[in-house]
């Protein structure tokens, strides 16, 4: 039933991270896995509720709450300066607000993606901004969060673009639909491939 590369690759990257947690043992990695349950148990939910021929969009949109309120708790964890913790703490109150004003106006819910995308995407600036001045940086190779981070931005920072045409722009052409969904399934590839390498890879490091 499960015939995809691309969910495959989602659930190795699971079973992966699952295989490495006493190695990982820094309060961020918890949410990571947690991050990477709740992104393979929706999509297996969705494609067994496709099988029945029911819609799955209403669990997507209540799983974009946790994906992006866990992001925050990861970089909330891997961030040390105390503006970077307010900044966080603000900019995901305002993604939560206007997430559940969704819930009342209908058409909010589609940009609640972009601003999600957006949102997740300043917290990893935040972090890198911080490795940059941290011992960390002389060997970045060798630390997850940076690896987590790259896959990350990967993911987030294109698909900024794609839900910019896909729900403001809003494409015209099923053909032009379809192009964009098959650049989002191989930066899924990308995505998982960069978590997978840096799981196996990094060095066990202290945060």
Same mark, same amino acid.
């Given at each position: 039933?499960?015939?995809?590369?691309?969910?495959?690759?989602?659930?190795?990257?699971? #079973?992966? @991270? !699952?295989? $490495?947690? &006493?190695?990982? *043992? /820094?309060?961020?990695?918890?949410?990571?896995?947690? +991050? =990477?349950?709740?992104?393979?148990?929706?999509?297996?939910?969705?494609?067994?509720?496709?099988?029945?021929?029911?819609?799955?969009?209403?669990?997507?949109?209540?799983?974009?709450?946790?994906?992006?309120? #866990?992001? @925050? !708790?990861? $970089?909330? &964890?891997?961030? *040390? /300066?105390?503006?970077?913790?307010?900044?966080?703490? +603000? =900019?995901?109150?305002?993604?939560?607000?206007?997430?559940?004003?969704?819930?009342?106006?209908?058409?909010?819910?589609?940009?609640?993606?972009?601003?999600?995308?957006?949102?997740?995407?300043?917290?990893?600036?935040?972090?890198?901004?911080?490795?940059?001045?941290?011992?960390?940086?002389?060997?970045?190779?060798?630390?997850?969060?940076?690896?987590?981070?790259?896959?990350?931005?990967?993911?987030?920072?294109?698909?900024?673009?794609?839900?910019?045409?896909?729900?403001v722009i809003k494409i015209g052409t099923r053909e032009e639909s379809q192009s964009l969904f098959l650049v989002q399934k191989i930066l899924v590839?990308?995505?998982?491939?960069?978590?997978?390498?840096?799981?196996?890879?990094?060095?066990?490091?202290?945060?």
């Amino acid at each position: 039933m499960f015939n995809s590369y691309f969910y495959f690759l989602e659930v190795l990257s699971l #079973l992966v @991270a !699952i295989f $490495y947690i &006493k190695k990982y *043992k /820094e309060s961020y990695y918890t949410y990571f896995v947690a +991050y =990477l349950s709740a992104l393979v148990f929706i999509e297996t939910l969705g494609v067994v509720l496709r099988q029945y021929g029911v819609l799955s969009a209403p669990y997507y949109n209540i799983y974009t709450f946790f994906e992006y309120n #866990l992001i @925050a !708790i990861i $970089y909330y &964890k891997l961030t *040390k /300066e105390e503006k970077s913790h307010k900044l966080i703490f +603000y =900019l995901i109150g305002i993604f939560n607000v206007f997430y559940f004003t969704g819930f009342y106006y209908q058409d909010l819910q589609d940009y609640s993606y972009l601003l999600g995308a957006i949102t997740v995407c300043v917290f990893m600036i935040f972090y890198l901004k911080e490795l940059l001045k941290s011992d960390s940086i002389l060997i970045f190779q060798k630390h997850l969060p940076f690896w987590i981070t790259v896959a990350f931005l990967i993911y987030y920072l294109t698909t900024v673009p794609f839900y910019l045409v896909l729900y403001v722009i809003k494409i015209g052409t099923r053909e032009e639909s379809q192009s964009l969904f098959l650049v989002q399934k191989i930066l899924v590839v990308v995505t998982n491939l960069c978590y997978i390498y840096g799981l196996i890879w990094s060095s066990k490091q202290k945060n």
